[in-house]
Each structure stands twice: as structure tokens, then as C-alpha cells.
């Protein structure tokens, strides 16, 4: 297997990769701030069973709940998932949600309650204060532990291989077991640096066009 060949099917992989990973971003960026917003809520019933699903998520392993997702409709329900990418999106949104919920709830937290007073007293409404006060600072705030979160997300996706869905990893496993060449498993690591580098360099700049602070 040449190496043009192996680097196309290592080409497909990634597509996927990056499909996964688009995704999980889109939905759970949203997703986890209406978590966030949960475990902070003033109704005790649903701040406790929101923490309680944040403890549960955040206290087993990511791998562990895509199998769960994939397997236990059908062996619980009745109802199997066909679809293997979708358990694992389903999966990985859910997890991801709530890692960026905390992060999302630390944030809002650590806004000074004057500055909510103050918007009060401009006779803003909450939502107003939230938007045009309070989000911006967030952003600021959150944005370092938010690029770390998304760059492990891109070496998260390998993981989808466990209920053999074929993205990078499992696509660079195939070429080791159908022709054993091992070199193409070590050259996915290309794949994986040129995208965290690039997203580096992105969040990077947004992080600096933020920093508006800094004197």
C-alpha cells in the first residue's frame, strides 16, 4: 500500500473526525450553557438533578457512555441503535454539555453582584444585564479553559472507534491489520497537530481581540 493510498484512506477517517467534532461543538457549546443555567437554578429540584447528572457524567469515563448509549436501548428498550455515529454524537454532546456547563457556571459566578445591581438600577431587565453586561465579561473569563476543552474534543473523537465507528484511529487500525504496516498509525498524529494547530492559532486571536484589559 503506497503511501498516496494510505494517506487518502487516512483522509476519509479524518473526515469524519471532523464531522464529529463540528457537531459536538455546535450542540453542546449551546446545550451547556442552558446546563449551566440548571445547576444554578433557584428551584432546588432542578438544581439537584442537574448536579446529580453533571456528578454522573463528569464521574465515568467518556468511552463508558458512548457503549452505554450505543447498547442499552436495545438490550433495556427493545429499540437498538442502528445508527452508530449518531450514539456516538448523542454521547459526546451530552458529555461535552456538561463539561462546558461548569465552566460556563464558573464563570457567570464569578461576575461581581454589583454589576447586576447596577444594571438593575438602569432598570434593565435580567435578560438585558445577562446580554449586554454579563456574557461579554463570560467570554473573557471562560475562554482559556473553553480552548483547552476543545482541543481535547479532537483527541476525544477517537474514541468513537469503540462501537467501530472509522474515523482517524480506527481507519489507521484497518491499514495496520489488512496490510500490517504500523508507520500508518503514528502518521495520524500529522492529522491531529495540524488541527489543534490551527484551532490554537484561531482561539489564540480571539482570545487576544478579548483582551481588551490588558494595558
Not at 457537531?23 to 438544581?47: I, Q, T
Not at 454521547?91 to 447586576?116: C, H, T
Amino acid at each position: 500500500m503506497t503511501f498516496a493510498q494510505v494517506s487518502l484512506q487516512l483522509l476519509a477517517g479524518f473526515q469524519t473526525t471532523l464531522y464529529i467534532f463540528f457537531v459536538v461543538l455546535l450542540c453542546s457549546l449551546p446545550l451547556g450553557l442552558v446546563v449551566s443555567f440548571g445547576s444554578m437554578s433557584r428551584f432546588r429540584p432542578l438544581r439537584w438533578f442537574t448536579r446529580f447528572v453533571i456528578w454522573v457524567i463528569r464521574g465515568t469515563p467518556l468511552m463508558l457512555q458512548i457503549i452505554t448509549v450505543f447498547y442499552v436501548p436495545g438490550l433495556v428498550f427493545g429499540m437498538p441503535m442502528k445508527n452508530r455515529l449518531i450514539a456516538v454524537l448523542v454521547a459526546f454532546i451530552i458529555n461535552y454539555s456538561v463539561y462546558f456547563s461548569e465552566i460556563y457556571r464558573a464563570g457567570i459566578e464569578a461576575i461581581p453582584q454589583g454589576q447586576y445591581e447596577a444594571g438593575q438600577v438602569l432598570g434593565m431587565t435580567k435578560p438585558q444585564i445577562f446580554v449586554h453586561i454579563v456574557l461579554l465579561q463570560v467570554v473573557k473569563r471562560i475562554l482559556p479553559p473553553m480552548t483547552n476543552e476543545v482541543i481535547t474534543l479532537v483527541k476525544d473523537t477517537a474514541l468513537a472507534r469503540v462501537i467501530m465507528v472509522v474515523e482517524l484511529i480506527k481507519a489507521a487500525q484497518d491499514i495496520v491489520a489488512g496490510y500490517g504496516l504500523i508507520w500508518p498509525l503514528f502518521y495520524t498524529a500529522v492529522f491531529y497537530l495540524a488541527a489543534v494547530g490551527i484551532l490554537t492559532l484561531v482561539l489564540g486571536t480571539v482570545e487576544k481581540k478579548l483582551d481588551y484589559y490588558k494595558g
